[in-house]
């Protein structure tokens, strides 16, 4: 009811909806395992194992996302960047895009003194990180190496196209 469902429901019902639409017999479920395991894979933007050890000296470093937790705990704990995150966030349902409400509001409310002031939103999805920010009134950073086009609609206080030039930023 409402539209809402929950995120179990979704990640499966994603390939029930897909495998019906190509007329094809599959499992899936089977396939939103294997689809998690390959998905599971780490990838960052160079250099991000040595900004996230350089802030980390001076800064708290948070993960805000609204992946399936499992398969995002797991990126963590198997990243070099693990050491230098403060603590990660990912809900047990579906909602709007990270760092959007309600997803970050109640992340948000778990770390003692953040104020609009003092942090700062990083993303490198116009779609769900921006819109996000936008939502929170939070300044945020774009990472953006490939110079997309963005709506107009949309309110970006810093873009980079390397995540070195961050430490001129913060």
């Known amino acids: 009811t409402g539209g809402e469902c929950t995120k179990d429901f979704l990640v499966v019902e994603r390939f029930r909806r897909f495998l019906e639409a190509m007329a ?54 198997r990243s070099a960047v693990a050491p230098y995150i403060t603590d990660a966030s990912s809900p047990r349902m579906p909602g709007p895009a990270s760092p959007a409400e309600p997803t ?17 939103l990083i993303g490198d ?4 990180d921006i819109r996000g920010a936008n939502n929170r009134r939070h300044p945020l950073l774009l990472v953006d190496p490939h110079g997309t086009a ?9 873009r980079i196209t390397d995540l070195s030039q961050l430490y001129d930023i913060v």
């Open 24 to 77: 094809l017999d599959r499992d899936p479920a089977l396939c939103n395992r294997i689809h998690l395991k390959l998905w599971g894979k780490v990838r960052f933007f160079s250099p991000a194992e040595e900004v996230c050890r350089t802030l980390s000296r001076t800064h708290r470093l948070y993960i805000v996302t609204n992946a399936v937790a499992s398969v995002q705990r797991s990126r963590l704990h």
């Open 104 to 120: 970050s509001t109640m992340f948000f409310a778990h770390i003692p003194g953040i104020t609009r002031e003092n942090c700062l």
């Open 125 to 128: 999805s116009p779609s769900s």
């Open 150 to 158: 963005l709506p107009e609609n949309l309110h970006i206080d810093y």
